[in-house]
């Protein structure tokens, strides 16, 4: 599993879009945001979501408890984050039940991940406490992605391409100043999330500067992922040869 971190106005869904054309294009078979997340047929089943839940208390739970305390004493961004929240916690089980559905060798690539989610809760103030989202993600390793990619871009270049977006965001509210201020702090809890997820488990992280052109980005990127690929394929079959 792939997932693509950033600020706003980076340029996540541009590279993991095009990452994921190109890989398609090699014979690997990838799953994306709109075909995992998105997925109606999965998204109605309850009954599972509810299992799910009940079976992983511990992850809800804790996961509750890192929005509550990462959150600010403002009732209007805590409404906010208890939507992340529940967010978060349909992308998980939806990310599971699809898990079941198709093949393990498969790439899941996303731009709007679990990840992301749980960063999103400190999007509008807060703060991330480490030690509640470690406790939570150590309940279920697995919805940790394999390969984090990293977009790093500066907050001022982020902030000006957000508010020359024509579609509306998050941010429309505050000016330009307030933005980057905003996207400077936000880029501290990404280092803050990945760090708690290093200690958690072993993760490859990929930083590439968005900044840069995005073709160049994107060859990277994909001869990255390809290289861990075969690196993982070369190892199971060493495995298997030993045994």
Same mark, same amino acid.
């Given at each position: 599993?792939?997932?693509?971190?950033?600020?706003?106005?980076?340029?996540?869904?541009?590279?993991?879009?095009?990452?994921?054309?190109?890989?398609?294009?090699?014979?690997?078979?990838?799953?994306?945001?709109?075909?995992?997340?998105?997925?109606?047929?999965?998204?109605?089943?309850?009954?599972?979501?509810?299992?799910?839940?009940?079976?992983?208390?511990?992850?809800?739970?804790?996961?509750?408890?890192?929005?509550?305390?990462?959150?600010?004493?403002?009732?209007?961004?805590?409404?906010?984050?208890?939507?992340?929240?529940?967010?978060?916690?349909?992308?998980?089980?939806?990310?599971? %039940? #699809?898990?079941?559905?198709?093949?393990?060798?498969? $790439?899941?690539?996303?731009?709007?991940?679990?990840?992301?989610?749980?960063?999103?809760?400190? #999007?509008?103030?807060?703060?991330?406490?480490?030690? %509640?989202?470690?406790?939570?993600?150590?309940?279920?390793?697995?919805?940790?992605?394999?390969?984090?990619? *990293? &977009?790093?871009?500066?907050?001022?270049?982020?902030?000006?391409?957000?508010?020359?977006?024509?579609?509306?965001?998050?941010?429309?509210? $505050?000016?330009?100043?307030?933005?980057?201020?905003?996207?400077?702090?936000?880029?501290?809890?990404?280092?803050?999330?990945?760090?708690?997820?290093?200690?958690?488990?072993?993760?490859?992280?990929?930083?590439?500067?968005?900044?840069?052109? &995005?073709?160049?980005?994107?060859? *990277?990127?994909?001869?990255?992922?390809?290289?861990?690929?075969?690196?993982?394929?070369?190892?199971?079959?060493?495995?298997?040869?030993?045994?």
């Amino acid at each position: 599993m792939v997932e693509f971190l950033g600020l706003p106005g980076a340029g996540k869904s541009t590279l993991a879009r095009e990452v994921i054309e190109l890989l398609a294009g090699n014979q690997y078979e990838t799953y994306n945001y709109e075909q995992i997340f998105k997925n109606r047929n999965i998204t109605r089943k309850w009954s599972s979501a509810f299992i799910y839940y009940c079976k992983n208390f511990g992850l809800v739970f804790y996961l509750l408890l890192y929005t509550l305390f990462s959150s600010p004493i403002n009732p209007v961004i805590l409404k906010y984050n208890i939507g992340r929240f529940l967010k978060l916690l349909e992308l998980i089980v939806m990310l599971e %039940l #699809s898990r079941r559905k198709i093949n393990l060798s498969s $790439l899941m690539i996303f731009d709007q991940g679990i990840i992301q989610c749980t960063w999103s809760i400190t #999007s509008k103030g807060g703060g991330v406490n480490k030690k %509640l989202l470690k406790k939570a993600l150590s309940k279920k390793k697995q919805i940790i992605p394999d390969i984090i990619v *990293y &977009v790093d871009i500066q907050a001022r270049v982020a902030a000006a391409r957000i508010k020359e977006r024509d579609s509306k965001t998050d941010f429309d509210h $505050l000016t330009f100043e307030k933005t980057k201020a905003l996207f400077r702090v936000q880029a501290c809890y990404y280092r803050a999330i990945l760090e708690t997820i290093k200690e958690v488990k072993d993760v490859t992280v990929l930083v590439v500067d968005g900044n840069a052109g &995005v073709r160049d980005n994107i060859d *990277y990127i994909t001869a990255f992922i390809k290289d861990i690929i075969e690196e993982t394929v070369n190892s199971k079959n060493g495995n298997k040869n030993k045994k």
